[in-house]
T-cell receptor, first 115, second 111 residues
């Protein structure tokens, strides 16, 4: 399967600031996704990162709060803007590597704590 | 009704026994079903996928799918302490490319 890396692996931020998370894949993939996993909870899809066009956001998530870039088929960024303690979470990048089987693989995650 | 439902557990199983994890889903048109394992502090790891009714075996793991009952399960034979983790059921719906995750079942294998 594809090797997925994320930067940073963890961060502690002050409220009101913004953090950009990077996701890099070692091969070209069609679909990239961003998830959030709050403490003790399951995964919630934030958005699908589309190459060359705007991301597709899920209900409850907006571009102003979570701007996403996807400049090519191997890279994407997620920014968490104007952070509050409620944004403390693990943010996970995921790729759909095998279109025929439609399986998703996850990066190692970014652990964010907002004070 | 949640789209993908799992018993949160914890499910405690003695070492060497069979662990049975269950999941139901609401979208009758769903075609793709997955089980992920997530260790504490780690990201989810895909362990099984199943697309057709019946059983699919991979080593100690067996996934079972019953589309008529909208039910998917995961059996872990000869459970080991290293199997202790949260198991996430995931379903790809009929109308979108996204995968919906259940809330996960916490499995504990006791020596």
């Amino acid at each position: 399967s594809a090797v997925i890396s994320q930067k940073p692996s963890r961060d502690i931020c002050q409220r009101g600031t913004s953090l950009t998370i990077q996701c890099q894949v070692d091969s070209q993939v069609t679909m990239m996704f961003w998830y959030r996993q709050q403490p003790g909870q399951s995964l919630t899809l934030i958005a699908t990162a589309n190459q060359g066009s705007e991301a597709t956001y899920e209900s409850g998530f907006v571009i102003d709060k979570f701007p996403i870039s996807r400049p090519n088929l191997t890279f994407s960024t997620l920014t968490v803007s104007n952070m509050s303690p409620e944004d403390s979470s693990i943010y996970l990048c995921s790729v759909d590597e095998d279109r025929a089987q439609e399986t998703q693989y996850f990066g190692p995650g970014t652990r964010l704590l907002v004070l | 009704q949640k789209e993908v439902e799992q018993n949160s557990g914890p499910l405690s199983v003695p070492e060497g026994a069979i662990a049975s994890l269950n999941c139901t889903y609401s979208d009758r048109g769903s075609q793709s079903f997955f089980w992920y394992r997530q260790y504490s502090g780690k990201s989810p790891e895909l362990i099984m996928s199943i697309y057709s009714n019946g059983d699919k075996e991979d080593g100690r793991f067996t996934a079972q799918l019953n589309k008529a009952s909208q039910y998917v399960s995961l059996l872990i034979r000869d459970s080991q302490p290293s199997d202790s983790a949260t198991y996430l059921c995931a379903v790809k719906g009929s109308s979108a490319s996204k995968i919906i995750f259940g809330s996960g079942t916490r499995l504990s294998i006791r020596p």
